[in-house]
Structures are given as structure tokens and as C-alpha cells.
């Protein structure tokens, strides 16, 4: 895994709607059936495309997402 090579993509979603919208309720699965088959307007925007980051850099978003860096990292080992 020390070849091993890590993206950034930022998807960027705007939704348009008659009434507020709880960001914190809606999945990902909501806000495409919103604005594909609801009632809603949206696009999505990708930016930037597959960036790529250092591993040290990965570490740093995975763990400011929550989740455990040896996600997409494996151990320490690289393994």
C-alpha cells in the first residue's frame, strides 16, 4: 500500500425548493430523490475533480470526517 495513491473530489449540491429543506434529516438517497423525482430543482458540481493528496493529507481529512484514517490508509504499516 505505500504506492498506493489517494483523491479529494468535492461534490458541490444545490437544491431548489418551495419549502426549507433539514439538512441534518436528509441522506444522500433524499436529496437525489428531491431532485430527480420530487419536487426540488438541483445540480451537482464536482470541484475540485479527483485531486490528488499526499497520504498525510488523507489522514487529516479522514479523521476531520470521523472516520478512522485506516479507512483508505491501512495500518501503520501500510498494510
Known amino acids: 500500500m ?3 495513491k489517494f483523491y479529494r473530489t468535492v ?3 444545490e437544491v431548489l425548493s418551495n419549502e426549507p429543506l433539514v439538512c441534518d434529516e436528509l441522506s444522500l438517497t433524499d ?3 428531491l431532485i430527480t423525482e420530487g419536487d426540488c430543482s438541483g445540480v451537482i458540481k464536482c ?3 479527483n ?3 499526499t497520504r498525510e493529507a488523507m489522514a487529516v481529512l479522514l479523521a ?3 472516520s ?3 479507512f483508505l490508509l491501512g495500518d ?3 498494510e
Open 51 to 53: 485531486e490528488e493528496v
Open 2 to 4: 505505500a504506492d498506493a
Open 11 to 13: 461534490f458541490h449540491v
Open 76 to 78: 501503520e504499516e501500510g
Open 31 to 33: 436529496v437525489d430523490y
Open 68 to 70: 478512522d484514517p485506516a
Open 47 to 49: 470541484e475540485p475533480e
Open 64 to 66: 476531520a470526517q470521523g
